[in-house]
């Protein structure tokens, strides 16, 4: 069974930075690709960022690009997202994600695997 567990949300003023953290169980996330979405209240679940398995291929929302990296630790089972000058904006329910595929995604239906969700809020 596999298990996605998010942490490192918080409250947090805009220009700050947070970093958040996706580990797995029961998979070994080196081997599929993982992503990252958001939710805001009222609004629809939304692609953040993915990384490919077997490599680092990375793709970005144009709102997040060049603020949030998105990364992986093999070792950890570990994969972050740091998010730097946060702004407002940002500020929703951010979910790990992980496809049955090395293959990254930015479409939500193509992911298998969702953890709870972790909040970040950014203040002004």
């Known amino acids: 069974q596999v298990q996605l567990v998010e942490s490192g949300g918080g409250l947090v003023q805009a220009g700050g930075s947070v970093r958040l953290s996706c580990t797995a169980s029961?998979?070994?996330?080196?081997?599929?690709?993982v992503g990252w979405f958001r939710q805001a209240p009222g609004k629809e679940r939304e692609f953040v960022a993915t990384?490919?398995?077997?490599?680092?291929?990375?793709q970005y929302a144009e709102a997040v690009k060049g603020r949030f990296t998105i990364s992986r630790d093999d070792g950890k089972n570990t994969v972050y997202l740091e998010m730097n000058r946060l702004r407002v904006e940002d500020t929703a329910v951010y979910y790990c994600?992980?496809?049955?595929?090395?293959?990254?995604?930015?479409?939500?239906?193509?992911?298998?695997?969702w953890g709870q969700g972790t909040q970040v809020t950014v203040s002004s």
């Open positions: 029961g998979r070994t996330l080196s081997e599929y690709a």
């Open positions: 990384i490919s398995g077997y490599g680092t291929t990375t």
């Open positions: 994600t992980s496809r049955t595929s090395w293959i990254s995604s930015t479409h939500l239906g193509k992911y298998d695997f």
